[in-house]
């Protein structure tokens, strides 16, 4: 059987944002904004842009402004950095709990989707492979 591989990440995160569809509506957020917010809630060890910029693999840029309009919105706030005075620690607000709720339980779904049939090893083992393929190609410079 022919396998169109590369066909086949698009997909999938193309269907993960088609998710967020109503979440964006009506919170008028974008997802960048929405991808910027689940790192920093999920992941709280990292707390500057540059590791949004390094792990997630957002552009400087995308990253940059969805800062900006999160912080407007007071969903984050910043922190000068009192080991690197040039960086903001970025912290999520208590206004972002609601919002950080929905996107999680619309994560959850998705993995629900995703994983349906497969057992916990086999979850293991595609992350593992899945990992092997990224790091063969560069990827996890900064982990």
């Given at each position: 059987m022919k396998t169109f591989t590369f066909a086949i990440h698009p997909y999938i995160i193309k269907k993960?944002?088609?998710?967020?569809?109503?979440?964006?509506q009506n919170y008028q957020i974008t997802q960048v904004e929405?991808?910027?917010l689940a790192f920093l809630a999920?992941?709280?060890?990292?707390?500057h842009a540059q590791d949004i910029v390094n792990i997630r693999g957002?552009?400087?840029g995308h990253v940059s402004i969805a800062i900006e309009k999160l912080?407007?919105?007071k969903y984050l706030?910043?922190?000068?950095?009192?080991?690197n005075r040039r960086c903001?620690?970025?912290?999520?607000t208590k206004q972002a709990e609601e919002l950080i709720k929905e996107i999680q339980s619309i994560q959850k779904c998705f993995e629900e989707m995703a994983y349906k049939g497969m057992s916990e090893d086999e979850?293991?083992?595609?992350h593992y492979w899945l990992r092997r393929v990224y790091q063969n190609l560069g990827g996890g410079k900064c982990e």
């Open positions: 993960y944002n088609s998710l967020f569809e109503r979440m964006i929405i991808d910027v999920n992941n709280p060890e990292y707390n957002i552009s400087k912080v407007s919105k706030k910043r922190d000068i950095d009192p080991i903001n620690i970025l912290k999520v979850v293991e083992q595609y």
